[in-house]
């Protein structure tokens, strides 16, 4: 066993940095009438190494984001060999084409963010099935239907829900969104819309599934203020979270 090295400088500067973002998630969750404590802050380490996960780890945060499944794979093996961060949940957030499908069960992700189509759920189910796991999942939703985005249009959604949460294989928790860039108005209608179709589809889930939709994940560096003022129970955040120099305020 060893220990991932980290400069303890880089350590504080972001842990000072968490604090004023719970801060911020605290006071938006209650200016919605929200329980912070509801709000998982995700670290994206996609753009870091390994010893800037550990220094976030040991700047408090519990949980992490990677988008991409080669990424993925190569830190937590590189992560597994210290005991003390062997065990940090990790989720997959990005674009997952099928053929990495496999690779990505094979890491043991906390949570699968990105499932974008129907065909992709299904793909999942089968390998986990195969593997006999259930993958905790949520489904990815374009909001916004901007062609650029990912995800399922809000229709094809709701054909799709009930086929989806009845796949054995994986479990289904909640949805997941990104919203546009650099355009505050946009993103708060996308967080809502996303809210407001979880709210629907609540009530779709067929009788005796397992599935839920308690987890929203929507809400990155620029608008997870927003995010959490629409119901987000996961905020992912990457620049915010890893580079010292990215405005918080
Ligand atoms: C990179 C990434 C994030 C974090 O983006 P920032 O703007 O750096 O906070 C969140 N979600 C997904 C899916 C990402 O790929």
Redesign the pocket.
């Known amino acids: 066993m060893t220990r991932i090295a980290y400069d303890q400088d880089y350590e504080r500067a972001i842990a000072a940095r968490r604090e004023e973002i719970l801060r911020r998630v605290a006071r938006a969750a209650q200016e919605a009438g929200r329980d912070p404590a509801e709000v998982t802050v995700?670290a994206?380490s996609?753009?870091v190494d390994v010893d800037k996960v550990a220094a976030a780890h040991a700047a408090g945060y519990t949980c992490f984001?990677e988008?991409r499944p080669q990424e993925l794979a190569r830190k937590l093996s590189l992560l597994a060999e210290d005991e003390t961060l062997a065990d940090v949940p990790f989720h997959m957030?990005?674009n997952l084409q099928s053929n990495k499908v496999n690779m990505v069960l094979g890491c043991r992700p906390t949570l699968i963010?990105?499932i974008a189509s129907p065909a992709l759920a299904a793909t999942v189910a089968r390998h986990a099935t195969a593997r006999g796991i259930v993958q905790d999942v949520l489904l990815e939703v374009n909001v916004s239907g901007e062609e650029s985005k990912s995800g399922m249009a809000p229709d094809e959604l709701r054909a799709s829900f009930g086929d989806i949460c009845a796949l054995a294989g994986i479990r289904v928790r909640g949805l997941?969104t990104?919203a546009p860039?650099s355009d505050a108005r946009v993103a708060r209608l996308t967080f809502r819309g996303l809210r407001e179709l979880r709210d629907e589809l609540a009530d779709a889930i067929p009788a005796g599934s397992d599935a839920s939709l308690s987890a929203l994940?929507m809400g990155?560096?620029?608008d997870?203020e927003e995010a959490v003022r629409q119901g987000a129970t996961i905020v992912?955040?990457?620049?915010?979270?890893?580079?010292p120099s990215?405005p918080i305020d």
């Open positions: 995700m994206v996609k753009t984001g988008n957030i990005g963010h990105s997941m990104m860039r994940s990155m560096s620029e997870y992912r955040l990457g620049r915010i979270a890893f580079d990215f």
